[in-house]
């Protein structure tokens, strides 16, 4: 069973940033497409952002275009979700995952504990 160690949420005001990491247990996962998810309170989880293993290509849920930045160091087998122009419903439970399918961005069926982001107005 994979699991991912999410890091570096917090409570933080709107408009403020935060950077997300998610550490890969095994390098073997280095070439996966990886992909980050949240659920908020109530509601299913939903898919944020991917990028591919080899290419860097990287896509976005709608509702984070242009406020979220997903990357990934492959010295430190990390990948990264950045978060600028926090809004009150970016507040959720924000998880990585390794992904079967980029395209699809259908993530493995184990999750880690993730990192809670909250956000006051």
């Known amino acids: 069973q994979v699991m991912f160690v999410e890091s570096g949420g917090g409570s933080v005001q709107a408009g403020e940033s935060l950077t997300l990491s998610c550490a890969l247990p095994d390098r073997r996962l280095s070439s996966y497409p990886m992909g980050w998810f949240r659920q908020a309170p109530g509601k299913e989880r939903d898919f944020v952002a991917a990028?591919?293993?080899?290419?860097?290509?990287?896509k976005y849920a709608d509702s984070v275009k242009g406020r979220f930045t997903i990357s990934r160091d492959y010295e430190k087998n990390t990948v990264y979700l950045q978060i600028n122009s926090l809004k009150p419903e970016d507040t959720a439970i924000y998880y990585c995952?390794?992904?079967?399918?980029?395209?699809?961005?259908?993530?493995?069926?184990?999750w880690g504990q993730g990192t809670q982001v909250t956000v006051s107005s």
């Open positions: 990028i591919h293993g080899n290419n860097g290509m990287t």
């Open positions: 995952n390794a992904l079967t399918s980029y395209g699809l961005a259908k993530p493995l069926d184990s």
